[in-house]
Nanobody, 124 residues
Framework: QVQLVESGGGLVQAGGSLRLSCSASGRAFSSYAMGWFRQAPGAEREFVAG????????AYADSVKGRFTISRDNAKSTVSLQMNGLKSEDTAVYYCAGRRFIGISRYDSEYDYWGRGTQVTVSS
């Protein structure tokens, strides 16, 4: 069993930056692909970014490409999402997710573990 706990959310002005972190428990973290998803009010949960098991492979939603960077530290069992150039449309609850597979998926149904989420609010 893996538990994921997000931190780093908050209120920021448009154009600002935030760094989200996700801390994982469990011994198999280094064999899991990890992802960040988000859900805005009234919207479906959507893929934001993913990283494969060793941190070499990454993937991003088109809406965040060039602004967000995902990374992981397997020694510390953490995955981070650096968010720069934030826009009002980035406002959402952000979720960390893990899947028992080495490769990235853009589909939330393919993730096995989820954090409770952290709120990101961008004011315009």
């Amino acid at each position: 069993q893996v538990q994921l706990v997000e931190s780093g959310g908050g209120l920021v002005q448009a154009g600002g930056s935030l760094r989200l972190s996700c801390s994982a428990s469990g011994r198999a973290f280094s064999s899991y692909a990890m992802g960040w998803f988000r859900q805005a009010p009234g919207a479906e949960r959507e893929f934001v970014a993913g990283v494969n098991y060793n941190g070499i492979g990454t993937a991003y939603a088109d809406s965040v490409k060039g602004r967000f960077t995902i990374s992981r530290d397997n020694a510390k069992s953490t995955v981070s999402l650096q968010m720069n150039g934030l826009k009002s449309e980035d406002t959402a609850v952000y979720y960390c997710a893990g899947r028992r597979f080495i490769g990235i998926s853009r589909y939330d149904s393919e993730y096995d573990y989820w954090g409770r989420g952290t709120q990101v609010t961008v004011s315009s």
